[in-house]
């Protein structure tokens, strides 16, 4: 079986801008949740059997803690931040798993499934349906794979180093140099893409980086500048990692069995009047039945 872990951050964020505004029969906008649910359908309909969804609940997380400057909610419109607990309530009544994030992150959600389902001999891939690059640390040879199914790439390892130019293991230290300006970390001054892949593909690691210029590969260019901007703020460049570093313990599933998409819940025919798509209940119907028969 493959495992199919679902970004529904990312996922409604995607549809709030992509559909037109839709209001339940309490006037509540669900354009975006529709949207996600039939996005999560359309899986199922082409065979999908095990899927788990991870959102972010809240936008903030313990990450907020350990650095002022992180993400937060602030500048998110109240129309998408208002879809998340219908969406969370509507997959449910669709009878998906879901996993809401309030200390923890969706990406540490997907990531501790990705590495929980891997280890399991019955799945024979595990495909984090995502384009968001701090996922491609978790990217396993061809077992555990990136699917950004909006341009339907599948990203295995070899399509990690390709694209960043760095292993998986590694991305954690590239986007410390580097920044991630979606999360609010900047990064180390002069560090750009191609340094980082230059040095990080040399030394994998922050600490595997020699402190002596000098001793760098031939390579790397500006390495005396590029060393004095990472040793001078070294502590700044360890926060940078550990925000970049996704969690793989947060609680997700006892087996990858509890994932098997078993088709909608009694709840799911209220929850599709109330969002005017009967269409949808149509659909999960549809598709429950022919996963029965095969």
Avoid at 85 to 110: H, K, R, S, T
Avoid at 125 to 154: E, F, H, M
Wanted: aromatic share 8%.
């Amino acid at each position: 079986m493959d495992a199919h872990l679902v970004d529904g951050t990312y996922e409604l964020f995607r549809y709030f801008y992509a559909v037109p505004a839709a209001a339940d029969v309490n006037g509540q906008e669900i354009g975006a949740v529709r949207g996600v649910l039939a996005s999560v359908l359309s899986m199922m309909e082409r065979g999908a059997t095990h899927i788990g969804v991870a959102t972010d609940h809240v936008v903030e997380s313990f990450r907020n803690d350990l650095y002022p400057g992180y993400k937060t909610s602030e500048g998110v419109a109240p129309e998408l931040l208002s879809q998340f607990p219908v969406l969370e309530e509507a997959l449910e009544a669709m009878g998906v798993v879901v996993w809401p994030m309030v200390y923890f992150e969706a990406d540490d959600a997907l990531a501790s499934a990705a590495g929980k389902a891997a280890q399991d001999e019955r799945v024979s891939r595990v495909l984090i349906c995502t384009p968001d690059k701090d996922l491609s640390q978790c990217v396993v040879g061809t077992r555990v794979v990136q699917l950004d199914r909006r341009r339907d790439i599948l990203r295995d390892e070899a399509g990690v180093v390709a694209k960043f130019g760095v292993k998986p293991q590694s991305i954690p230290d590239y986007l410390a140099v580097v920044g991630d300006s979606a999360d609010g970390f900047p990064g180390m001054p002069g560090w750009g893409a191609k340094a980082a892949a230059l040095t990080l593909s040399q030394y994998p690691h922050l600490e595997d980086i020699p402190k002596d210029w000098r001793e760098w590969h031939p390579s790397i260019r500006k390495a005396r500048l590029l060393s004095e901007s990472l040793f001078n703020a070294w502590e700044d460049a360890l926060l940078f990692r550990t925000l970049a570093t996704l969690r793989l313990d947060v609680p997700v599933f006892d087996t990858v069995q509890d994932l098997c998409w078993k088709g909608p819940r009694s709840n799911f025919e209220e929850c599709c009047q109330q969002m005017k798509a009967p269409n949808l209940l149509a659909r999960a119907k549809s598709a429950a039945s022919t996963m029965k028969d095969r």
